[in-house]
């Protein structure tokens, strides 16, 4: 499943070829990717406005459209696509913007484990969801991340992934995070004294992914030379360093 690096691309993606661009038709091919709005609702307070804003929070992706927001998740298989030439519609899309320049974005999804909805605004989403703070918001800062640990008890890798925790991190990048860290992934979070180098490493992760953790069981750390192993953790399969992580 797409995490937050993954969706920030996402939104960069969105921001560079569909901002500003006057919908001219909604094209819902398949009414199950939609959320709570049902289609001829989706399309008619769509059409006729244009995208004007992207916001991220976690691994949601929200886009202002007038008095509108429409939200996209990905699921595991969601992707978009942007194109001018009907031939290149992706196999699987489930909603298509067309605009009135003639380009096209598609919402592709093979899976249909994504979500296109429409809300009011992303705030409200956020608190009825429970979402935990973004770990690239820029007012929250280390001592913030200090607060919220000491409020909870747990498994530190289970902690991270809980998206009322913290919003936007999963399976792969909680590892990258543990292992730059050496801590391992079922140490209590309430025994680890330097959260800050979590706080740190995390958000360093998610700006600048560049995974190291070898995920081959057997294979050698390049950190420190022991052994990696594989786990359920939180269950999910989990890789970590059986030398540095403790």
């Known amino acids: 499943m797409p995490e937050l690096p993954e969706v920030e691309e996402y939104g960069r993606y969105f921001t560079r070829h569909a901002l500003n661009r006057t919908i001219k038709r909604v094209d819902v091919r398949d009414e199950r990717i939609l959320g709570i709005v049902r289609k001829d609702a989706f399309t008619r307070r769509l059409r006729g406005r244009a995208f004007t804003h992207v916001r991220r929070h976690g691994k949601h992706l929200f886009v202002q459209a007038g008095t509108t927001w429409l939200h996209l998740h990905f699921g595991m298989t969601g992707d978009l696509l942007f194109y001018r030439d009907a031939a290149e519609t992706p196999r699987f899309a489930r909603v298509i913007f067309d605009f009135n320049d003639g380009s096209h974005l598609a919402f592709d999804d093979m899976r249909l484990f994504g979500v296109v909805d429409l809300i009011d605004d992303p705030d409200t989403f956020i608190a009825e969801h429970r979402l935990g703070r973004d770990p690239l918001d820029p007012k929250f800062k280390a001592a913030d991340f200090r607060k919220l640990i000491a409020k909870r008890r747990g498994g530190i890798k289970a902690l991270l992934m809980s998206q009322d925790f913290v919003a936007g991190l ?75 992580q403790r």
């Open 170 to 244: 999963g399976n792969l990048y909680v590892d990258e995070i543990l292992y730059e860290t050496g801590i391992h992934p079922r140490r209590s979070a309430e025994k680890i004294k330097d959260l800050d180098a979590i706080y740190t490493t995390m958000r360093k992760i998610v700006r600048k992914p560049n995974r190291k953790l070898p995920r081959d069981e057997g294979e050698l750390c390049p950190k420190c030379g022991g052994t990696i192993k594989r786990a359920v953790v939180a269950g999910r399969t989990t890789y970590f360093c059986g030398g540095h």
